[in-house]
């Protein structure tokens, strides 16, 4: 008999993860903060969002456990807890640029 390449526990947890990051703007923002701790002002600047938008993502983010923050003084500094999170986006960058699939566009 044939067994599954994982747990269905994993496959359960990996739909959640891809559930929450199938968002442009959370992949936006997890690319964003990537290899910096940033405030809210800042990433809305970058992006160009509102930051009332950009800190309900972060919310989210951050419950799902995606990204934390740490208070100095009396500004929020966000980042990304894992950087491996923007991998598949990478890779789907490249694999789009290749023409791979380009039959999506």
């Not at 390449?5 to 936006?28: D, H």
Request: hydrophobic share 40%.
């Amino acid at each position: 008999m044939l067994k599954s390449r994982f747990s269905k526990k994993v496959y359960s947890r990996n739909a959640r993860i891809y559930k929450m990051l199938a968002n442009a703007k959370r992949l936006e923002i997890l690319n964003t903060i990537l290899d910096k701790k940033i405030t809210v002002t800042e990433i809305t600047k970058i992006l160009g969002t509102r930051k009332a938008n950009t800190s309900q993502h972060l919310m989210a983010l951050r419950k799902f456990g995606l990204v934390k923050r740490k208070r100095v003084g009396k500004f929020i500094y966000y980042s990304i807890i894992d950087p491996g999170l923007v991998e598949p986006c990478r890779i789907l960058k490249e694999l789009y640029e290749e023409k791979r699939l380009g039959a999506i566009n």
